[in-house]
């Protein structure tokens, strides 16, 4: 009953609103849609409100109330759609399996309504050269920099990744100006080396990037890869022809903005792609550097997608290596602490919020996030029995009296 | 109820005279200030006169968040927790970060426990302009010991100021304490009323009208706790349902949270109303911890729910290498979603530059702008900073992206007569930039140097490069 009161009143405000358009008092302007969002949560309060503290005599109950409590379960109108990376025998690629990710149908890690089916999927960089890279990253590739391939394998087999992120920053310009033919050579060692799924990154440069790219989705025709990325600044077009006719993934890349993030997806849609090969990117700020902008715009798409924003639908990739930028995960400091702890805990708390925020795709630099945060996937969709949960653990309630001193 | 639930009801609570006292030009704009919570109705000086008891009665109720706000301690160092109205931050900003609370145990030695809690107190870092801090000492009776936990729990309220929780599932060791004198009148959280002791626990907490939490890990108990105590009188809890740090247990502890905080946001169940804590300190339970990965699985545990609506947590390290990230977090969660991203564009002085200081470049991004700024002034650096619209991106992304335009540099510098006021030609872009360098010097015939990737080197590179 409360709930269909909820609904309907939601409704209603919402329609009063919209009829009402942009507000414009004065000194302050309110759009619509703040409006709305500012209303909901009073909304909310209003319908709950109105129940004082119950005039029960207080006395010395000799029973505890009961209570019960059922989980909340809601519905969502829309989903994320399902995108494979990796193409095996089967399907006309060569690699061991493929990684899914996306096809949500609810928040992340909302598994009291369900789990949803795929879980987050872990990739880490490789570059076709050596660059700079924090100290407590680099000791773990020293052996290996020289030679992307090995770097790559080095990634699958050692670290776990699911999938290797192939960085041809060579082909900049102003770095060593590789030419597309030779960068997508690289693309056919490394697919040779290792067998897990390839994203191809390019080095940002928008004149170069597309042509590399085109020419890296040639060699690597069928193992539907993902090509990283198309986005309004760069010649798309030519991304997402290569894409469709090599059969890959493309990702859509916009700066920290929604809506430039559903332009660009429509555009993409628009050539032809279909959502099932396209994954947004729509920026990893840094811990301390942004990623509270990162939080809200991650949970916002999510839960756009959910409500049937058919333009946001699509998986979330979430380049948290981007952490590194951050001063406090590579500066020595006496006070801050040893950086060899600081560096990679900087990453892992920055992949750990946008996982919570909706991320489907991570990419990461050190061997120790990946770790974690795969142990954190695995308890995270461990089927457990109820029974077993709700007996209550010894252990916890013994925390007060077991932690040391 | 129902039609009158708008913008508009909330306005018909209010005198409607448009006087002005709040501060607001008209009572409309004033409405706007409640519903975005930046006031409160006793803001509007006429409301308070008796007349209007009964409207003003009817707004405070109808701005009650459905999470209550309890308050823990007294005076300056109050720990506000709660009050919370929405599932996501961009809906509403946050208010009322998580507090964090250090654990001391009774069977350390006195000497330990003075410097802890004094190390606790003085624990400040401070993130572009804020001070951050850790808000208050968890004392656990581990000894079993009334009589050691009301020494030692004295002994912490005489080493620091903070706010107070006293972890036993004995109702006699947390009365020991509260006689013990020192500590009932700072207001401490008792922890916690279960379902053995909740009527011992409770009349503690009506004596001393203290904030109490309370432990079940059954949500059904939980929620037959908080409705007993609330129809016992008290008003002021946190809910407990158990921080399980690994296995299939850990999706549990994160399933209820977000149970927990639908029903009373969404659905209106005031006795799930509460604010939520967490006790990632958990991990250091068992014999032999290693110190430094446990310090670092306490900090993404930690982590982990802070972004599930964890309104208090209670840590055991205090490893600055550890805490950084997860009071960086909190800096993060609890920022206004809509504050502006980017500062002005233009010209900026540090210091007193002269016709030969160095010019250097940065964006708008207010974060990247603040950083820069600070490091060259706290460097003693006599400069001009030209700060570009990149629209409001940090350098790294606004070059990907497109939006670093080399040729906007050449404006700011006519626009500021940048040729007048410094004598030669050289401008310092950000290492991050290093790809611009030839299109800057085309678009503005200066020199281009390409400075370091991160703006605390800055000092190092102009005492080499800028004689
Ligand atoms: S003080 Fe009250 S009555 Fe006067 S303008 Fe403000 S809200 Fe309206």
Redesign the interface.
Known sequence: MKEKETEALTKKLIELVERLGDLEIENVEIKAEELTLILQPVIGAMVQAPQLLPKVEEKALETLLKAEFSPPIEAYPGEVVEVRIGATKSDGGSRRKVVKIGGEKTMPFYSFELLNPNRPAFTMDVFDMPITLAKSVMQHFEDVMQDPADWAKKCVEDFGADIVSLNLVSTDPTIKDVSPKDAAKTVEKVLQAVDAPLVIGGSGNKVKDPLMLEAAAEVASGERCVLNSANVDNDYKRIVSAAKRYGHVVVAFTPMDINNQKKLNRLLLDEGLPKEQIIMDPTTAALGYGLDYTISLMERIKLSGLLGDSDLQMPILSPSSNAWGAREAWMKSEEFGPKEYRGPLWETVTAITTMMAGGDLFMLSHPATVRVLKGLVESLYEEVDVEHVYKPSKKIQDWITDIGV | ???K???L??YSYLPQTNCGECG???C??FV?KL??RKANPEDCPPLKKPKYKEQMAKLV??????IREVKIGVGEDVVKIGGK??M?????TYHNPTAIAI?V?D??DDG?IVERCRAVEAFS?V?IGERLRLNMIAV???S?DPDRFSYVTSLVARSCKLPLIL???DPKSLRAALEGGQVANRRPLLYAAT?EN??EVSELAKQYNCPVAVFA????S????T??L????I?DMIIDF???T???????S??NS??VR??A????D???GYPIMF?P??V????E?DP?TT??KE??IA??FL??YADLIIT?TM????L???I??R???Y?D?RKP?SVDSGLRTIGSPHEKSPVLLTTN?S?TYYTVANDLESAGIDCYLVVLNT????V????????FHPSDIKDIFSSVNMEEKVKHRKLIIPGLA??L??DIEDSTNWEVIVGPR?S?QIKGFLSKYWG
């Open positions: 109820m129902p039609e639930a708008s913008l009801s909330i607001e030009p008209n409309m704009v706007s519903l975005e109720e109808l701005l009650v968040p459905p109205e929405v996501y931050r961009h809906e509403l654990d145990s069977l350390m330990k870092l993130r656990r009776c581990a079993k972890c036993s599932f379902e909740w009527r890990l059954n949500l059904g939980v929620k037959s706790l409705k007993t609330k129809a016992r009188g008003q158990g921080t399980h690994e296995g299939g247990l850990l999706k549990e994160v399933n977000v149970m639908r029903v946001v969404q659905r209106g005031k006795d799930m006790i300190a958990m250091w339970m068992g014999e911890v430094v310090s670092y900090a993404y982590s982990l972004n599930r055991h490893e600055v290498w550890s950084l990230p997860v960086t977090l800096q993060n969660i920022t979603p991203v991004f974060l629209e409001g991106l940090a790294e992304v606004s070059v990907a992206g497109g939006q290093a790809r360098k030839g991160d605390s």
